[in-house]
């Protein structure tokens, strides 16, 4: 029986895990914005803000999902005149990243229009997630 | 406006995309195999293991045995649409696998048993997350990794050290 004993473990907790990371991938939360941090500026993401919705999209090399949440983004912010998708290499930018604790890719944050952080989704985020979050911004 | 800037983020380069489905048949292998050395113990199983890792790490993704097991037995059989990924996440997790079974490899030589079912039981977890779930080990682990490398980088950057003052 001890023999099963590391296997048991192994199979029970990465179960656990998989299933937290299964829900919670791709999920766009929103975030207050009285959380008082500061508003990220044109100089920060090396691009003008959207006149309304900025998508800061953080993306890696050694990441699938990467490459379907850019596809995503760009398609969506191709008809919008008032939104801007900027794709940053996080690798490349590790202070910002530190700054915005984002720790894995893909993660995206939306802005609004002050450069103010209001929602966020570590992984590929679902299209209609996206439409619905962008429709909710004046 | 469809601008999407990149800040020295290369997407024109040449990249390698292969068949999404091809990594996470061999994930199902590789969990099935790693998961018979947690029980067993056994060494040239491991080291089987061990030498499927590093021809994927080294050679690319395509190259291990168990890439050529899906496109000669499973591929034929699927049908629709192929989804494509680029070849440098898997094989990332490939890299990781490979330092984690050479890990168990040594330990298992040197009877460190702890060793070994820690350093399998890591490797296991991420083949079977990926083989379920689709974990994606690289989107996970690099930045973390960056991050925790140039940390340790500006630790080991003198400051102002040599400026001696001019006489």
Same mark, same amino acid.
């Given at each position: 029986?001890?023999?099963?004993?590391?296997?048991?473990?192994?199979?029970?907790?990465?179960?656990?895990?998989?299933?937290?990371?299964?829900? *919670?991938?791709?999920?766009?939360k *929103?975030? *207050?914005?009285?959380?008082?941090?500061?508003?990220?500026?044109?100089?920060?993401?090396?691009?003008? %803000?959207?006149?309304?919705?900025?998508?800061?999209?953080? *993306?890696?090399?050694?990441?699938?999902?990467?490459?379907?949440?850019?596809?995503?983004?760009?398609?969506?912010t191709?008809? %919008?005149?008032?939104?801007?998708?900027?794709?940053?290499?996080?690798?490349?930018?590790?202070?910002?990243?530190?700054?915005?604790? =984002?720790?894995?890719?893909?993660?995206?944050?939306?802005l609004?229009?002050?450069?103010?952080?209001?929602?966020?989704?570590?992984?590929?985020?679902?299209?209609?997630? =996206?439409?619905?979050? %962008?429709?909710?911004?004046? | 406006?469809?601008?999407?800037?990149?800040? #020295?983020?290369?997407?024109?380069?040449d990249?390698?995309?292969?068949?999404?489905?091809?990594?996470?048949?061999?994930?199902?292998?590789?969990t !099935?195999?790693?998961?018979?050395?947690?029980?067993t113990?056994?060494?040239?199983?491991?080291?089987?293991?061990?030498?499927?890792?590093?021809?994927?790490?080294?050679?690319?993704?395509?190259?291990?045995?168990?890439?050529?097991?899906?496109? #000669?037995?499973?591929?034929?059989?699927?049908?629709? +649409?192929?989804?494509?990924? +680029?070849? $440098?996440?898997?094989?990332?997790?490939?890299?990781?696998?490979?330092?984690?079974?050479?890990?168990?490899?040594?330990?298992?030589?040197?009877?460190?048993?702890?060793?070994?079912?820690?350093?399998?039981?890591?490797?296991?977890?991420?083949?079977?997350?990926?083989?379920?779930?689709?974990?994606?080990?690289?989107?996970?682990?690099?930045?973390?990794?960056? $991050? !925790? $490398?140039?940390?340790?980088? #500006?630790r080991?950057?003198?400051? +102002?050290?040599?400026?001696?003052?001019?006489?």
């Amino acid at each position: 029986m001890d023999n099963y004993l590391p296997i048991l473990i192994v199979f029970t907790l990465a179960t656990a895990y998989g299933l937290w990371y299964q829900r *919670s991938r791709g999920k766009l939360k *929103s975030k *207050s914005s009285r959380a008082g941090k500061p508003a990220l500026t044109a100089s920060d993401i090396g691009h003008d %803000l959207g006149a309304r919705v900025t998508l800061v999209q953080f *993306s890696s090399a050694f990441c699938t999902p990467c490459r379907a949440t850019r596809a995503l983004l760009t398609d969506i912010t191709a008809d %919008l005149d008032d939104v801007v998708h900027v794709d940053i290499d996080a690798e490349k930018n590790l202070d910002l990243v530190r700054r915005l604790d =984002v720790r894995s890719t893909p993660t995206t944050l939306v802005l609004n229009s002050a450069g103010v952080e209001v929602g966020r989704a570590v992984g590929a985020p679902k299209r209609a997630d =996206v439409l619905a979050t %962008l429709n909710g911004i004046k | 406006m469809s601008i999407t800037s990149v800040l #020295k983020f290369n997407t024109t380069e040449d990249v390698k995309l292969l068949d999404a489905r091809g990594p996470r048949f061999g994930a199902v292998l590789t969990t !099935i195999v790693l998961a018979a050395i947690l029980v067993t113990g056994s060494l040239p199983l491991l080291v089987w293991q061990l030498g499927v890792f590093a021809l994927g790490a080294f050679a690319g993704p395509q190259a291990s045995p168990y890439a050529f097991i899906y496109r #000669k037995l499973v591929k034929p059989r699927l049908s629709g +649409d192929v989804p494509t990924e +680029d070849s $440098r996440p898997p094989q990332f997790a490939q890299v990781v696998g490979f330092l984690f079974a050479l890990t168990a490899t040594l330990a298992l030589l040197a009877d460190a048993t702890a060793v070994f079912t820690v350093a399998v039981s890591f490797a296991l977890a991420a083949a079977f997350l990926n083989a379920v779930f689709n974990f994606c080990l690289g989107c996970e682990m690099y930045l973390m990794i960056a $991050r !925790i $490398r140039s940390v340790i980088s #500006k630790r080991k950057t003198p400051e +102002d050290s040599y400026n001696l003052p001019s006489l």
